[in-house]
T-cell receptor
């Protein structure tokens, strides 16, 4: 089955700790994206990658970091510098960057205590 | 700046029709997407419009007017499983800008 997987579904961390959220896709898509979703707000773009070994900041990149060493994988690290990290994090991918439809993973709900 | 507006919530009866409007002001436009999202789950793709007019896909249709910065998603023959949030997203310079979503509540 082709798709996008994110793990874990729920994640709890203490304040001040870094945490890495995983995102894997076997759709052979070039582009991958990370979004954050908060109640009452639209999805906001954190980082995106159009191709392996390249990534760009989105609208709210501060306090986050990413890597794209493999086409299939685009992990997101939420650092202690992120002031309000509790949120629902969604990873997406598209065949090509730009105009293509984005397909989403199931999401990770991060709660920082 | 970017601005995408859609109503917060709509309620309709099973079997009825509901129209969800989306207005947008973006610096670039290269298509508009509609996604459905059930609570705690991933958004799933419903439709894409890049030219003016109506796109029909089963019980769901989506309309676009680029000159008016306006789109709507039409849900016909509503079913209980259609209770979800519906997200409008504009492709602006290759990146998606999302509205806050419209929560549709279908009642028996």
């Amino acid at each position: 089955d082709g798709g996008i997987t994110q793990s874990p579904k729920y994640l709890f961390r203490k304040e001040g700790q870094n945490v890495t959220l995983s995102c894997e896709q076997n759709l052979n898509h070039d582009a991958m994206y990370w979004y954050r979703q908060d109640p009452g707000q639209g999805l906001r773009l954190i980082y995106y990658s159009q191709i392996v070994n390249d990534f760009q900041k989105g609208d709210i990149a501060e306090g986050y970091s990413v890597s794209r060493e493999k086409k299939e994988s685009f992990p997101l690290t939420v650092t202690s510098a992120q002031k309000n990290p509790t949120a629902f994090y969604l990873c997406a991918s598209s065949l090509l960057a730009g105009d293509d439809t984005q397909y989403f993973g199931p999401g990770t709900r991060l709660t920082v205590l | 700046g970017q601005n995408i507006d859609q109503p917060t919530e709509m309620t309709a009866t099973e079997g009825a029709i509901v129209q969800i409007n989306c207005t947008y002001q973006t610096s670039g436009f290269n298509g508009l997407f509609w996604y459905q999202q059930h609570a705690g789950e991933a958004p799933t793709f419903l439709s894409y419009n890049v030219l003016d007019g109506l796109e029909e896909k089963g019980r769901f249709s989506s309309f676009l007017s680029r000159s008016k910065g306006y789109s709507y998603l039409l849900l016909k023959e509503l079913q209980m499983k259609d209770s979800a949030s519906y997200l409008c997203a504009v492709n602006s310079w290759g990146k998606l800008q999302f509205g806050a979503g419209t929560q549709v509540v279908v009642t028996p």
